[in-house]
């Protein structure tokens, strides 16, 4: 797995809290698999179509129109919080997301901390990029 966490100063990028943070987050990415940082990251190719799934679905289930779109955006947030690093709840303590866990950070240390990119590979998976 490559991760890439910037910081503001090579300082604060030695200090152990970083240090843990990064390894916090390289275990969650290990552990849960994101495709994305951020939501914002996600092509909007995916959201139609998962937007399109989510709909059929809810129509599937017999939910009137005006219903089905209340529960096909509920159910995008159940999607963002699977497939966006910041979404998914930290696996140390599910009560807090990646994204507060690196806000925590950010208030303790005074410094702005953001994941820029990640990628993670699997024994056996052969990519063509």
């Known amino acids: 797995m490559l991760i890439e966490v910037n910081c503001e100063s090579d300082f604060v990028a030695r200090t152990d809290d970083f240090q843990q943070l990064v390894h916090d987050v390289a275990m969650q990415i290990a552990a849960l698999d994101p495709l994305y940082v951020r939501r914002e990251d996600v092509t909007e190719e995916l ?3 998962e937007r399109e799934i989510q709909r059929a679905r809810a129509i599937a289930e017999g939910k009137p129109p005006q219903v089905a779109e209340k529960m096909v955006e509920g159910r995008m947030n159940k999607f963002f919080e699977e497939v966006c690093l910041y979404e998914q709840p930290f696996i140390k303590d599910g009560t807090v ?4 866990l690196i806000a925590v950070m950010i208030a303790k240390i005074g410094e702005n901390i953001t994941v820029s990119r990640f990628t993670r590979f699997k024994v056996g998976d052969t990519a063509t990029e």
Do not use: H, I, R, S
């Open 97 to 100: 997301t990646v994204a507060q």
């Open 47 to 49: 959201l139609q179509k």
